[in-house]
């Protein structure tokens, strides 16, 4: 991904048989014939905010006579739920031949759409990880007063199938995003507004449905990482690479409105990239590379001999060539490794042995594991 910098006008391309995988590009024209282009297994995770097809009928107005800019688009119209239904198939069999195997899709939509697609996803063999409920929290009123006011609309996330494992999901990230408190399905965001909104010439908003930006980065922050590509058939006017070019992903956006697409262009010009620092993220330890205490003593960084101790210094071990450890002085003492012997120095049924053990530096204990993240760090 290029940092820095903006798109230039070969950016939008013409539906075409794809020779190479376009990255960080607008696809313009019919996101099937585009997606069919595209090569096997070649995006980490697809995002798509489909047509809802809300089959509206007659103009919405305010109390004060107002027209509400509703979405009456032609792109949002099917003929009968059967069409719709066809349409939600082919686009998501697509998306999952274009998934990795360790590959993930969102998909986003109102009471309209959303339960249609889930059962075609299922149907599909995608395994649902999670639903999310975005609860808006400045949703538009419901002005006839006749139901109640619709104020979330549903993700659904899901894998390729049942059987996929390894797919990514920054689970530390989104606890620290959420004030160390872990992440749950229901999210309060705003609707796009404000100066995020895109607008046309005549100072209207460019796309009725244009999705907040907060709400892809939550998307894009704890289901990829930096350098992955993430797919959008449905680009609208780019919301997904915006976030994604920011959070330093790469980006395939498909686009059939030559509006939307040239606008989209514009708004992802302006982005700037974040640093690497800035875009490194908290991980879970199952997340971080494996070291084993012996790869310490391998590397110098504990010799054998080195004594270790226990919180307070309560209890002390030595550590020997292959990265075991003798619990004690005697000549008998128990021998194991960090964690069977902080265990049975405790007499205690686990612990783990990378913070209950303890090298002396001067006056100070210091925990093993800050050696063992020097060498993460280099990893």
């Not at 800019?69 to 198939?89: E, G, I, L, P, Q």
């Amino acid at each position: 991904m290029t940092h820095g910098g903006g798109m230039t006008e070969k950016t939008i391309e013409k539906p075409a048989a794809a020779v190479q995988l376009p990255r960080d590009t607008i696809l313009q024209g019919d996101c099937l014939a585009q997606m069919r282009a595209l090569p096997d297994g070649c995006v980490d995770l697809v995002f798509a905010d489909p047509p809802y097809n809300l089959q509206l009928k007659g103009d919405l107005h305010r109390p004060d006579q107002s027209k509400v800019d509703a979405v009456d688009d032609d792109w949002d119209k099917f003929d009968s739920f059967a069409a719709y239904d066809a349409f939600t198939r082919d686009w998501l069999r697509e998306a999952k031949r274009l998934l990795k195997p360790t590959g993930t899709l969102w998909v986003i939509g109102s009471y309209h759409n959303i339960f249609r697609v889930g059962t075609a996803l299922q149907d599909l063999g995608y395994w649902v990880l999670n639903d999310i409920i975005w609860r808006k929290s400045n949703p538009m009123p419901n002005f006839r007063g006749t139901r109640f006011a619709n104020a979330h609309e549903t993700l659904i996330w899901a894998a390729r199938d049942e059987a996929q494992t390894g797919y990514t999901f920054n689970y530390q990230a989104m606890k620290a995003l959420n004030e160390d408190v872990q992440m749950r399905s229901d999210w309060t965001l705003p609707i796009c507004n404000g100066g995020e909104r895109i607008k046309n010439t005549a100072g209207q908003k460019l796309h009725p449905t244009q999705k907040p930006e907060s709400l892809l980065h939550r998307v894009l922050l704890s289901s990829s990482n930096p350098g992955d590509i993430v797919l959008d058939p449905f680009f609208g006017t780019g919301t997904t690479g915006a976030v994604a070019k920011q959070l330093g992903r790469h980006f395939i956006g498909i686009e059939a409105e030559a509006d939307y697409a040239e606008a989209a262009m514009q708004r992802i010009g302006r982005v700037k990239a974040l640093d690497l620092d800035s875009l490194t993220v908290t991980q879970s330890a199952k997340q971080l590379p494996r070291v084993p205490f012996g790869t310490l003593v391998e590397r110098g960084l504990v010799k054998p001999g080195t004594q270790l101790f226990g919180p307070a210094r309560r209890y002390q071990a030595r550590v020997r060539a292959d990265g075991s450890v003798k619990l004690g002085p005697q000549k008998n003492a128990p021998t194991g490794s960090i964690h069977k012997m902080g265990a049975a120095a405790q007499g205690a049924q686990a612990c783990n042995g990378w913070t209950f053990w303890h090298v002396a530096e001067g006056d100070q204990l210091v925990p093993i594991d800050n050696l063992r993240q020097k060498i993460r760090d280099e990893i």
